[in-house]
């Protein structure tokens, strides 16, 4: 997906530098926070003067930006792929929820500074990174409620409560990851989608489903008959 840098993002230098440089702002803030983090903490991890930094970009707040652009990234364009699929609403998911978390094995201080520093953006910042957040969750919304519509999720499952459900179950996950002893991602993402399947599914047998329907028909008749 190509994507414009983010403002104050000197985009002219050459793209693995600057993804270093952005990585080693992810790693400080992710660790010190917005507030109690500096450009010179960020150059330390780098092992170049502070002054090198404004190279690459105009701001700490400019680097923040980039930090939680990056945690954003792709995020939508492997939801749209995944809505395209001819799979089942619990294929995708299943697809939706593993690469939510694959993410957090490689840039998880991406995902919590995205998750906790954003907050601390202005406005217009916060407005471009919650446009790339809003355009993810409508893909996860339509393939919700593509599996409603089919009757392979519960007719009564509400689309927008169940992907806020998906994406904060989710989310969470990286607050705890590597901290409970023998639980892997792998194990998470198993663990999230059989919770989310059994939320979401509709499991009634469908012989069950019919004589319910046909009781309910003929209810009327019989209350008058008592």
Known sequence: MSQQP???VKSAK?????AEIVAAAAKVFARRGY??????????VLGIRQASLYYYFDSKEAALEAVCTEGMRDYALRAQRIHRRHDSGAAKVAALVFHHLAPMADKLDFTLVFLRERRFLPAPARQRLRAMERRY????ERIIRDAVE?????ADLDPRMA??????????AALWVGREPGVTLDRITRDYVDLLLRAFRDDTPKPARRRAAR????????????
């Not at 050459?14 to 600057?18: G, Q, V, Y």
């Not at 806020?164 to 969470?172: F, P, R």
């Open 215 to 226: 009781s309910k028909d003929r209810l009327p008749e019989e209350e008058e008959t008592t």
């Open 150 to 154: 089919s009757g392979e999720f519960r």
């Open 35 to 44: 507030h109690g983090a500096s450009t010179q903490d960020i150059a330390d």
């Open 14 to 18: 050459p793209k693995r530098r600057t």
């Open 163 to 172: 992907t806020l459900a998906l994406l904060g179950l989710g989310n969470s």
């Open 6 to 8: 983010a403002p104050g």
């Open 137 to 140: 969750e409508r893909f996860v």
